[in-house]
C-alpha cells in the first residue's frame, strides 16, 4: 500500500489567533517575553540604578566645569553639548536649586 504525503505544516505557519508570524517572528517573541519575564519585577529597581548611574556619569562630565579636577575632562569636553539639555533635570536631582555654573542659565 502507498503511502501519500501530508503536507507538512509551516514551523513559521499561523501563530495565535490564526495570524501568519513573519520569519522569525516566533522567536523575536519568545525573546520578548523571556526578557518581561525576568526583567518585570525588577523594572523599578533596574530604572532607578539606571538614573544613578547617568547622575554620575553627569558629575564626571561637568565635575571639570565646577572646579572639580578630572582626569577625563579632556575626553569628556565633546559630549557637554549633548548633556546641556539634561543638566536641570540633573541639577534639581542632586538637590542643587538653581544651576551650580554661571555659564549655564537653565532656571
Excluded: N
Aim: hydrophobic share 35%.
Amino acid at each position: 500500500m502507498a503511502r501519500t504525503a501530508r503536507p507538512r505544516r509551516s514551523p513559521d505557519g499561523p501563530g495565535p489567533g490564526g495570524r501568519v508570524t513573519p520569519p522569525g517572528g516566533r522567536l523575536s517573541r519568545a525573546l520578548e517575553l523571556l526578557q518581561e519575564f525576568y526583567e518585570g519585577r525588577h523594572r523599578a529597581a533596574l530604572a532607578r540604578e539606571k538614573r544613578e548611574e547617568d547622575d554620575l556619569f553627569m558629575l564626571l562630565v561637568f565635575s571639570e566645569l565646577m572646579g572639580i579636577p578630572s582626569p577625563a575632562g579632556y575626553y569628556t569636553l565633546e559630549l557637554l553639548p549633548i548633556l546641556y539639555e539634561d543638566f536641570h533635570a540633573w541639577h534639581l536631582r542632586m538637590g542643587m536649586e538653581h544651576s551650580p555654573l554661571d555659564h549655564i542659565q537653565c532656571c
